[in-house]
């Protein structure tokens, strides 16, 4: 239970080089529902290529948080940022950035698998047609390679014009993955992916991330701290909107720093 | 003991009673209510069936004074008002819906919201009148054009509030998947969020369509009515509610029997057109699930 040890002084565990450049830096990002602050100085960069989680107990502010990396919070009335995201050393919230195009970049999986009521092709070709990235042979090509990245070709591939709805729960998480990856997304961000899953469709899509992290910045919102284990290098805690801690998802299990941290993992709250 | 034992069951008893009383209630309700509409049903195949013929639906009327004939420029020029109608009164109320239900969280979508209220409940003749001003005037003539205007104008509330709640029905997430795969907002209503509501969006147009094909009124004052075969929008044109209209009136016996089975194509119709708005709301609430 006494995680705290004399390691705690030790300076290197904390200020290792990262090995990747960072792919997403946050700095005192601020944000409110009206009146209201959600967050609270939030700052932290997130690696090229790596997944990162963030736990904490619920309406703590991580779901917000990611919402701001793709501004899907701007279609709340009296939600207000402040503070700077910067996406490959661009903000985010400067006025030339299209916010079309950046939520093309930062993709979102969530909660609950939502397919559009349209077949599997469609669903996946969605992004790509209206974005107007591919047509004919070149968008058939685009939609098998999404769907084989997210690993759901092999189950669908003869099935592609059925409605998405027939799908199961698992597959249907998966169609809305290779959604986001057939528009050539950098960043995949996921909103609690597996909440509505069962424990087999959420070993397939663990798998998949751990595959998809070679190619795309990953960055998972999740209550299961088994999960952020897994498959996380790095994990943020969160609680009551501040950023308590953040580091190599093995330290932080192992060896949280804070208290409150220590406290959420070992179950005494949340 | 005994006495509270007593005092239990007593209250138990009544309960059970009250239970049973208002059951019979509600059943009586039920049964009294459906009863017009069986009575309405039976009487029209009563006194429609035998006038119901192939003939009717391919003759013209005949001249007063000979027996037999038809409606077929009726039944047609029923037909022609409704579509007549859907093209001018669809994409105002269709459009409007959208902006409702995606806008319209405002003072103005209020207002709109009220208005359109307002004008569900205007009646059907006052419509008529108004149609009658605008264009029956200024052209000196009826029209099958002005008539499917008035029908047109009719099926605007009805199908504008259909579509502004179906459309805030679909779920968020359907909203949030199309935004962050890089839609913008119209494109996502248009691509995806309509797609959804869909199927409740062709129940409104259906029971909007149920609702004008049987409207007598506004047609008096626009489309008139027409005893030849007719199929120009610039003249006047027959109907099937104005024909029965003026057949029931009318002092020959076998005018009125014409009338019933008028009446009771008519009712058939618009059955139909209640089976299928059924089925699309199946279909509905598979697709949202």
């Known amino acids: 239970m006494i995680l705290m040890n004399e390691e705690l002084d030790l300076p290197g565990a904390v200020n290792e080089m990262p090995e990747n450049p960072a792919k997403i830096t946050i700095e005192q990002l601020n944000f409110f529902y009206g ?27 991580k779901s917000t948080f990611l919402r701001t990396l793709n501004r899907m919070n701007d279609v709340i009335d009296g939600a207000r940022t402040k503070g700077r995201i910067l996406l490959d050393g661009e903000d985010i919230f400067s006025p030339e950035i299209d916010v079309v195009a950046l939520r093309r970049r930062v993709g979102m999986v969530f909660q609950r698998p939502a397919p559009f009521p349209m077949s599997i092709f469609d669903n996946v070709a969605y ?30 591939k003869d099935v592609l014009y059925q409605p998405a709805s027939a799908l199961s729960g698992g597959q ?9 990856l057939a528009v050539q997304s950098e960043v995949v961000l996921m909103d609690e992916p597996c909440s509505a899953l069962d424990p087999i469709s959420t070993a397939s899509i663990e798998e998949l991330m751990l595959r998809l992290k070679q190619d795309y910045t990953i ?36 060896d949280p720093r804070d208290k409150r941290t220590e406290d959420y993992i070992t179950g005494r709250f949340g | ?33 459906l009863t017009p509409l069986v009575m309405v049903m039976y009487y029209l195949l009563q006194q429609g069936l035998p006038a119901l013929k192939l003939s009717f639906f391919t003759q013209l009327p005949k001249p007063v004074g000979e027996t037999g004939g038809g409606m077929a420029n009726a039944i047609v020029g029923t037909l022609i008002l409704i579509g007549l109608a859907s093209a001018f009164g669809l994409p105002f109320g269709i459009l409007g819906g959208v902006y409702l239900a995606e806008f319209g969280n405002n003072k103005l979508g209020q207002t709109i919201r009220f208005a359109a209220d307002v004008l569900a409940s205007v009646p059907s003749i ?16 009826f029209s099958a054009f002005s008539g499917g205007v008035a029908l047109g104008i009719m099926m605007i509330p009805t199908v504008m509030r259909t579509t502004d709640e179906l459309v805030r029905l679909v779920p968020a997430s359907q909203r949030e998947a199309a935004l962050s795969l890089g839609a913008s907002h119209v494109k996502t209503v ?49 109907s099937l509610p104005v024909q029965i209209f003026t057949y029931a009136i009318a002092p020959y016996d076998d005018w009125h029997a014409q009338a019933w089975t008028g009446a009771l194509v008519l009712v058939t119709l618009i059955l139909v057109l209640g089976i299928v708005a059924r089925y699309a709301t199946r279909g509905r609430v598979r697709i949202v699930r």
């Not at chain 1, 939030?42 to 904490?56: F, H, N």
């Not at chain 1, 249907?172 to 986001?180: E, G, T, Y």
């Not at chain 1, 909107?241 to 190599?248: N, S």
């Open chain 2, 190 to 238: 248009f691509t995806v969020v309509m797609l959804a509501a869909r199927g409740g969006v062709i129940t409104g147009i259906l029971l909007a369509i149920a609702r004008i094909a049987g409207e007598t009124a506004p047609l008096l004052f626009t489309a008139f009515g027409n005893r030849f075969w007719s199929v120009k929008l610039g003249e006047p044109i027959a």
């Open chain 1, 172 to 180: 249907q998480q998966r169609l809305c993955i290779a959604r986001v």
């Open chain 1, 35 to 61: 009146a209201k602050q959600v967050l609270h100085d939030v700052t932290l960069a997130i690696k090229e290529r790596s997944i990162t989680a963030l736990i904490g107990p619920s309406g703590c502010g």
């Open chain 1, 127 to 156: 992004g790509a047609r209206i974005n107007g990235l591919a047509r004919g042979a070149e968008l058939t090509a685009l939609v098998e390679h999404a769907l084989r990245q997210a690993a759901l070709w092999d189950e669908v």
């Open chain 2, 1 to 33: 003991m005994t006495a509270r034992t007593a005092s239990r069951s007593w209250f138990h008893w009544r309960r059970r009673m009250s239970n049973r009383l208002m059951w019979v209630i509600a059943i009586l309700a039920t049964l009294i209510a």
């Open chain 1, 219 to 254: 960055i998972i919102v999740t209550h299961n701290m088994q999960q952020a284990a897994r498959v996380s290098d790095e994990t943020g805690f969160f609680l009551n909107g501040e950023l308590i801690e953040f580091a190599e998802s093995t330290r932080i299990f192992t």
């Open chain 2, 126 to 141: 006052v419509i008529g009148i108004l149609v009658y001003g605008l264009i029956v005037a200024p052209m000196k003539h």
